[in-house]
């Protein structure tokens, strides 16, 4: 049973940087699969960006050019750096894992942008 741990977030001024760390008990491969997601208060939960085995990207349209997903080389790790950030990137940020056909979700961290 893969588990996942996240890291980061916080308060962030508009415009800011931050990144958001995802901690796997296991190693990414051909074939398995890392995202984040975001849910905002009142919203339902949304892709934000996510990736494969192979380093296929993909990003929702409104982070799209602002965020980067990415693993270390270990592949145990999938990041989220976060450019440019607006208040309505305000939301508790997931991530969700599947390893070798385990999958799992974060316990989520806040991200708050506000001046």
């Known amino acids: 049973q893969v588990q996942v741990a996240e890291s980061g977030g916080g308060l962030v001024h508009p415009g800011g940087s931050m990144t958001l760390s995802c901690s796997a008990s296991g190693s990414m491969s051909r074939g398995d699969y890392g995202a984040w997601y975001r849910q905002a208060p009142g919203k339902q939960r949304e892709l934000v960006a996510d990736?494969?085995?192979?380093?296929?990207?993909n990003y929702a349209g409104n982070v799209k050019g602002r965020f980067t997903i990415s693993t270390d080389n270990a592949k145990t790790t999938v990041y989220l750096r976060m450019n440019s950030l607006e208040p309505e990137d305000t939301a508790v940020y997931y991530c969700?894992?599947?390893?070798?056909?385990?999958?799992?979700w974060g316990q989520g961290t806040q991200v708050t942008v506000s001046s």
């Open positions: 990736l494969n085995g192979n380093g296929f990207t």
């Open positions: 969700y894992v599947i390893i070798r056909g385990s999958q799992a």
